[in-house]
């Protein structure tokens, strides 16, 4: 007996055979992220990402609506295997830009924050690749090696994609980003986020500069870091963990927290005497830590405006049970959160005005 595997519907190779250019691949390669497409040509046919990188499909989605054709990435993991094995990761993704002047750009604005921020950059320009698996010390997988016309062959198959496309494909930068720090999962994909989300680049979201105080309110994993990052001038996003891995190396030591939280009120005090838009990016369950910030918006004649994600409850849990142990929050602490935020009052709290995702998003003006 024979058996038959199902393979990638007529509807999707259809859709893959009709791309052009790499701008095509992208936003294909994006919907497969988001599954709104079941089938991605260098997968498995009626697979999706991996479980482990659930996470991080807001992000890669972004990338490569943003001209970053994302081929594969990982997050940053240390711990052991289901067969007891020690498995480390470095955060990374690897993929192509257009090498035109847009694709430089866009590969430019990738390349320097990420270099500023100590992460691995390849471009064009790495023989053997870096290891960015281990098991038990031993080296397992690499990304960034330059790849072959067969390599590329293998990811892009003739029967799906349209031979001036894999030209293109093989003339464009090929271009990874890692992390050298095994095991951590933050740094590269805020850098990533934020080099997409700057003024200059083309988004199809608009930017909000008016004066104010904007406090996320939201359980963790409800996506106010991407909310953040979509919508605000960078540099405006005040964000705790961010200062306590200042002061400490990491975001999870909380023995920093205190030094943390006195720079991060120096800070935010200095931006709301100048006037500037500044978002606080942090749960804010506790209506006493809402009200702290809204009395300080008002003391210096700026409004204080809510912005809550609305993201299903189930979808946070979703998300936190696959982040790293180091990020994961403990169930009954989400629970928490998810309750309080469930009883938030606006008008109790001090805030002028809420802001919700459908507030954020320009419509259609048909």
Same mark, same amino acid.
């Given at each position: 007996?024979?058996?038959?595997?199902?393979?990638?519907?007529?509807?999707?190779?259809?859709?893959?055979?009709?791309?052009?250019?790499?701008?095509?691949?992208?936003?294909?390669?994006?919907?497969?992220?988001?599954?709104?497409?079941?089938?991605?040509?260098?997968?498995?046919?009626?697979?999706?990402?991996?479980?482990?990188?659930?996470?991080?499909?807001?992000?890669?989605?972004?990338?490569?609506?943003?001209?970053?054709?994302?081929?594969?990435?990982?997050?940053?993991?240390?711990?052991?295997?289901?067969?007891?094995?020690?498995?480390?990761?470095?955060?990374?993704?690897?993929?192509?830009?257009?090498?035109? !002047?847009?694709?430089?750009?866009?590969?430019?604005?990738?390349?320097?924050?990420? !270099?500023?921020?100590?992460? &691995?950059?390849?471009?064009?320009?790495?023989?053997?690749?870096?290891?960015?698996?281990?098991?038990?010390?031993?080296?397992?997988?690499?990304?960034?090696?330059?790849?072959?016309?067969?390599?590329?062959?293998?990811?892009?198959?003739?029967?799906?994609?349209?031979?001036?496309?894999?030209?293109?494909?093989?003339?464009?930068?090929?271009?990874? &980003?890692?992390?050298?720090?095994?095991?951590?999962?933050?740094?590269?994909?805020?850098?990533?986020?934020?080099?997409?989300?700057?003024?200059?680049?083309?988004?199809?979201?608009?930017?909000?500069?008016?004066?104010?105080?904007?406090?996320?309110?939201?359980?963790?994993?409800?996506?106010?870091?991407?909310?953040?990052?979509?919508?605000?001038?960078?540099?405006?996003?005040?964000?705790?963990?961010?200062? !306590?891995?200042?002061?400490?190396?990491?975001?999870?030591?909380?023995?920093?927290?205190?030094?943390?939280?006195?720079?991060?009120?120096?800070?935010?005090?200095?931006?709301?005497?100048?006037?500037?838009?500044?978002?606080?990016?942090?749960?804010?369950?506790?209506?006493?830590?809402?009200?702290?910030?809204?009395?300080?918006?008002?003391?210096?004649?700026?409004?204080?405006?809510? &912005?809550?994600?609305?993201?299903?409850?189930?979808?946070?849990?979703?998300?936190?049970?696959?982040?790293?142990?180091?990020?994961? &929050?403990?169930?009954?602490?989400?629970?928490?959160?998810?309750?309080?935020?469930?009883?938030?009052?606006?008008?109790?709290?001090?805030?002028?005005?809420?802001?919700?995702?459908?507030?954020?998003?320009?419509?259609?003006?048909?």
């Amino acid at each position: 007996m024979r058996l038959r595997l199902p393979g990638m519907s007529r509807t999707d190779r259809a859709r893959w055979r009709s791309a052009r250019s790499i701008a095509d691949l992208a936003e294909l390669t994006a919907l497969w992220l988001e599954g709104r497409i079941a089938s991605h040509p260098g997968v498995m046919p009626n697979c999706g990402p991996d479980e482990e990188t659930t996470h991080l499909v807001q992000v890669l989605a972004l990338a490569n609506r943003a001209g970053y054709l994302t081929d594969n990435s990982q997050p940053g993991i240390a711990e052991p295997g289901f067969d007891g094995r020690w498995w480390a990761q470095r955060a990374a993704v690897t993929g192509w830009v257009c090498r035109d !002047r847009a694709g430089i750009d866009l590969a430019n604005r990738i390349i320097g924050p990420a !270099r500023e921020a100590g992460l &691995v950059v390849c471009a064009d320009s790495h023989r053997h690749g870096v290891t960015v698996t281990s098991v038990d010390g031993r080296d397992y997988t690499t990304f960034g090696a330059l790849l072959s016309k067969r390599d590329l062959r293998t990811l892009w198959p003739a029967h799906l994609i349209h031979r001036d496309l894999f030209r293109q494909l093989h003339s464009a930068i090929q271009l990874t &980003v890692i992390d050298p720090e095994w095991g951590r999962d933050d740094v590269l994909w805020d850098v990533l986020a934020k080099a997409l989300y700057t003024p200059s680049a083309p988004a199809a979201h608009p930017t909000i500069t008016e004066p104010g105080l904007y406090v996320l309110v939201g359980a963790a994993g409800s996506g106010k870091s991407t909310l953040a990052a979509r919508h605000f001038p960078a540099g405006s996003v005040l964000e705790l963990d961010a200062f !306590r891995a200042l002061a400490a190396g990491t975001r999870a030591d909380q023995s920093a927290t205190p030094a943390a939280v006195t720079a991060f009120d120096a800070i935010l005090t200095a931006r709301l005497e100048r006037g500037l838009p500044t978002v606080l990016d942090a749960t804010h369950a506790e209506a006493r830590h809402r009200r702290k910030y809204t009395d300080l918006a008002h003391q210096h004649g700026l409004p204080a405006i809510a &912005v809550l994600p609305d993201t299903p409850d189930a979808e946070c849990r979703r998300r936190n049970a696959m982040r790293p142990d180091a990020r994961r &929050v403990p169930p009954r602490i989400l629970r928490d959160q998810a309750r309080q935020a469930a009883h938030f009052n606006a008008k109790a709290d001090g805030f002028d005005a809420v802001l919700r995702p459908a507030d954020l998003t320009p419509t259609d003006p048909s």
